[in-house]
């Protein structure tokens, strides 16, 4: 049953309504005059959702299909054909109610990157920080970080004997310490941000949507699938979405502005006739205008956890028992605080794996419990854990629909750990974060290495552990790659689609290189760059605020002053 086309023309019409889609409904409907529609084809964030709303519930909503859309890769050749889970936030504020609201912007140095490419200028750190400080209410900040913007940032507390052994531990390592690592220096270990407030999760509809959503511009629909952008030509006019019954809904718009990320925004375009020929030939969707890069440059970080056991009644293993649930929910329900209260990454850093490098390509959070998340995780009752990764992973992959069903989830295929880089880096991962836990910080409760276990020592070993364990860190990004090559999806100074009017992608999927970071306050940055690009209005003015540039030492000098520097014990210099 196909409905009859809305009389009701929107300015813009929003598909999404997660971190992106947040940002860009509060910031159009800021203007009166502008009617935008906002299409999520998840459910609702309800008030009552306790999970969504306790910080602790972050281990209970992924893989939750209430919560999650449950992707999976295709088989992974690098993983010996493991299929790796993709989680995707399934409701209004998008992953941004399931991920672990730990706020990391990136390195400076990752958004020089950006600007060094053909086209991406204005990506500068200098031209993205007035877009990070303007979202930002940082309680306690320097020059480079915001206050009063929608976004609050806490900062976690690091109280527990094991977070301090962890931190104290980077330093006797070599690591150098961080006031902060959203500030002037990235590099070093210290006290994490994260998006709390009132021991709330602060999610992109906690900041964004809710007070945009009194506006009579401004209209949400929920359960409202998109399933395909409307052309007349190469003009998109509208969008044709299904509602949770099944009928067919077609809307005109001015504008159609892409926001349901890396995954599901290539998805759209591909089903709308968006993409490369080929492709769109081989699964019977009519061709609107060919566009290869669509679904290419897919990217993610991969993540591992060191473990240990303790010897001491001090971690959080305890608060994982069933029994303790009711307390817990009880202690954060009515008093704001306990273990629910807090989301427990309150601690770590960034490191470089080895001296070559000019910046930072681990980065590091520690959780004062160990998860039963190998089979030789600790058996005690108590433990601790580092998660670690590699940050700056040269493996590409894509996103190709398999049929013109917009309810067949398309092929996904990440080409995880096939590089070399992807092999140098993940063993030199698993050393650098050894040494750290092998620190006289950690003597006092240090019952032993679980997870890989002292069995697993040689780099072959190591590799081969990375292989079998990994997980995604839900950080993808990069299939409708802003730029100017031939696989170039958006325009860079305006996230315009290459060759078509009237539609634009404002999410994850335009970022060409990920960050050295969590992903959810890049993301963001991009919808606050993007609404005023959709609203016509000047970018704001470039901020040349200085920050921390290591000092990187060539190998030939290093060899001449007796061998290599422990790393964070280089000599370094701000720029």
């Known amino acids: 049953m196909e409905d009859a086309v809305e009389t009701v023309q929107y300015d813009h019409v929003i598909v999404g309504g997660g971190s992106a889609g947040a940002v860009l409904a509060n910031r159009l409907t800021a203007d009166p005059t502008r009617r935008v529609l906002v299409l999520e084809s998840g459910r609702p964030d309800y008030l009552f959702d306790v999970l969504a709303r306790m910080p602790a519930g972050v281990a209970f909503v992924l893989g939750n299909k209430l919560y999650d859309w449950r992707y999976r890769t295709e088989p992974e050749p690098g993983m010996r054909g493991r299929r790796v889970d993709l989680p995707a936030g399934r409701l209004l504020g998008g992953s941004s109610n399931i991920n ?9 140095m990752d958004y020089e990157g950006w600007a060094a490419a053909p086209g991406m200028q204005n990506w500068s750190f200098a031209h993205v920080l007035p877009y990070l400080k303007r979202m930002e209410d940082v309680r306690a900040g320097g020059a480079l970080r915001g206050r009063g913007g929608p976004l609050s940032i806490g900062r976690g507390k690091g109280e527990n004997p094991l977070s301090q052994a962890f931190m104290e531990a980077a330093i006797q390592a070599g690591h150098a310490r961080t006031e902060d690592v959203n500030g002037y220096r990235q590099e070093g270990f210290g006290i994490l941000d994260n998006n709390v407030r009132s021991s709330r999760r602060w999610s992109s509809m906690r900041a964004y949507m809710d007070p945009a959503r009194k506006r009579p511009n401004l209209e949400v629909r929920t359960f409202a699938h998109t399933t395909r952008i409307l052309f007349d030509g190469k003009r998109a006019i509208g969008v044709e979405y299904a509602d949770r019954r099944g009928h067919t809904h077609s809307v005109l718009a001015g504008e159609v502005l892409l926001s349901a990320g890396t995954i599901r925004t290539p998805q759209l375009l591909q089903l709308s006739g968006v993409g490369d020929a080929d492709l769109l030939r081989s699964v019977g969707v009519p061709l609107v205008h060919h566009l290869p ?3 290419q440059n897919l990217h993610d970080h991969l993540a591992i956890q060191i473990q240990h056991a303790c010897t001491q009644p001090v971690s959080l293993g305890p608060t994982a028992h069933l029994k303790n649930a009711p307390w817990i929910g009880f202690s954060w329900l009515f008093l704001r605080r306990g273990p629910g209260a807090s989301n427990q990454f309150e601690v770590g850093g960034f490191a470089r794996s080895n001296d070559d490098l000019d910046y930072p390509n681990l980065m590091y959070q520690f959780l004062p419990l160990a998860s039963k998340s190998y089979p030789n995780s600790p058996t005690t009752p108590h433990g601790y854990q580092a998660h670690v990764g590699p940050m700056r992973t040269d493996s590409r992959g894509s996103i190709r629909i398999k049929t013109p069903d917009w309810r067949d989830h398309p092929e996904i295929r990440m080409n995880y750990l096939s590089t070399e880089r992807d092999r140098k880096e993940w063993v030199e991962a698993v050393k650098v974060t050894r040494e750290i836990m092998r620190q006289p910080a950690f003597a006092p409760y ?12 040689t780099d072959e070993e190591i590799w081969d552990w990375v292989v079998t364990n990994a997980k995604s860190a839900m950080h993808y990004v990069g299939t409708c790659v802003m730029g100017v090559g031939d696989m170039a999806v958006t325009d860079p100074d305006t996230l315009k689609v290459h060759g078509l009017e009237g539609v634009r992608v404002i999410d994850a999927s335009v970022i060409p290189d990920v960050t050295n970071a969590n992903t959810y ?12 690009m959709a609203l016509g209005r000047p970018q704001l003015p470039p901020d040349h605020s200085e920050y921390y540039r290591h000092q990187h030492v060539p190998a030939t000098e290093r060899a001449s002053t007796n061998g290599s520097h422990p790393a964070g014990t280089v000599p370094s210099e701000a720029r």
């Open 446 to 457: 240090d019952g032993g290495e679980a997870a890989p276990g002292p069995e697993v020592r």
């Open 100 to 108: 672990g609201m730990i706020f990391q912007r990136g390195n400076p």
């Open 521 to 532: 306050a890049p993301v963001m940055m991009v919808a606050e760059r993007g609404a005023d």
């Open 293 to 295: 890069g669509v679904g």
